[in-house]
Structures are given as C-alpha cells and as structure tokens.
C-alpha cells in the first residue's frame, strides 16, 4: 500500500508554476521521497528525488518539510507537455509503490 | 544509448491462454523490476529480478513468473489469463536495485 497522500487532480495556467502538494507523515528517517510523471501512453519517467534538503535540477524543484512528513514539487514554468499524472513515492527497499497521484492539467 | 525495451507493445488473448512479455533493460542496468498497470491505477510492483534470481515480490499469485537471462533481458510469463489481467505491464531496470528506475512505455495486454 502507499504511503503517500496526494489531490487527485490540480490545474495550472500555462507558463506559471506548478506546485504539486504530496504528504507522507509516516516516512522513516532512511527513507527518500522521488517523484515522476507519466504522460498519456508512456511509462514513468524520474524527475528528482530527495531525502532532507531541498533539490533542484533541470526539469523541477523539490521542497521538503524540515519534518519530512510533506514535500511539494515545482515546475517553474509549466507548459502544455507537462500535463501528465504525477506520482511523489516513498521508498520502501528496493521496490516503488506508487499511489494514485495527481493529475497536472496546464490550461493554455 | 537505448532505455528500456518492451515488446510486444499491444496483444491480445482470451482467457485461459498464457502470454510472455519482454523487456531489454537500459544499457548499464542489471535489475529488471516488473508492474501491472490497470486503467486509471498507479503501477503496482509484481517481482524484481537481479543476477537471474527473484529478489523481491508483489502481492501477485503463482500464475505470474519471470525469468533474467545472462545478458540481463527479462521475461514476464502469465498463465491461466483472466479477465483482470487486462493492464499495461511495465518493465523498469536499474543498476543493483538501485533508484531512481527507468521505466520503458509497457506492454498493453487484453483479455478478452
């Protein structure tokens, strides 16, 4: 099962920044949170991941609480191709649970 | 630098038969994990094979098996096919069990 809690869907105006919310209060202090996304008929693809402090790399920013029960993603500047599901997942060993996710509409 | 292959990319069988999927890992990569992907779902981890053995499973019966071969491609078998088992199967590879995986864009199996 998932550990993590996350809105079903969100929606972003195109050009803005997009802040995807997900809460895991039960992560254990090894534990890091990753992030993907899987647009319409692909597999996942890796964004960033994270275990303290914040991290930033060419396609996103990720902020995690300095109690480490919450963290958000941020696409700086969403555009129409950034409209996919995004799953945020706590690692557990060496398999991903993913949860449901949201699902990042960008509006033109 | 190839990702992570799968093939077929769509089929169809009824009930019953048994299938067996494919998946060549991302050059470099020697842990195939595999996930079942019904519509609207997230993926859910079936098994993780590493130097040719399972290594981890999912909440997943007898009917699904796997196998790695030496040049670390894997195979995903499932016998006894039933309706439920319509989903897109994902394949995902890293190095050592490793994260982050890299995912390739799945197999689309129907049951009919």
């Known amino acids: 099962d998932a550990k993590t809690t996350q809105p079903p869907s969100m929606d972003c105006a195109e050009g803005r920044a997009a802040n995807l919310p997900c809460n895991h209060s039960t992560i254990s202090g090894n534990e890091y949170v990753y992030w993907y996304r899987q647009i319409h008929s692909q597999g996942p693809q890796y964004i960033i991941h994270g275990l303290k402090n914040n991290e930033t790399n060419e396609m996103a920013s990720l902020i995690i609480t300095e109690d480490r029960k919450s963290s958000t993603l941020i696409l700086p500047h969403a555009t129409l191709r950034d409209t996919a599901v995004y799953y945020c997942?706590?690692?557990?060993?060496?398999?991903?649970?993913f949860g449901k996710g949201t699902r990042l509409h960008i509006l033109p | 630098d190839a990702g992570v292959t799968q093939s077929p990319t769509h089929l169809i069988k009824t009930r019953g038969q048994q299938v067996t999927l494919r998946c060549s890992p991302k050059?470099?990569?020697?842990?195939v994990s595999w996930y079942q992907q019904a519509l609207g779902q997230g993926p859910q981890f079936i098994f993780q094979y590493y130097e040719e053995e399972e290594r981890q499973r999912g909440n997943f019966p007898d009917r699904f098996s796997g196998h790695q071969f030496p040049n670390y491609s894997s195979e995903l078998n499932v016998n006894a096919l039933l309706l439920g088992d319509s989903a897109l199967y994902l394949c995902?590879?890293?190095?050592?069990?490793?994260?982050?995986?890299?995912f390739g864009d799945g197999t689309r199996l129907s049951i009919l």
């Open positions: 995902a590879s890293s190095l050592q069990g490793n994260l982050p995986q890299h």
């Open positions: 997942i706590v690692r557990a060993g060496d398999k991903i649970i």
């Open positions: 050059s470099g990569h020697d842990t």
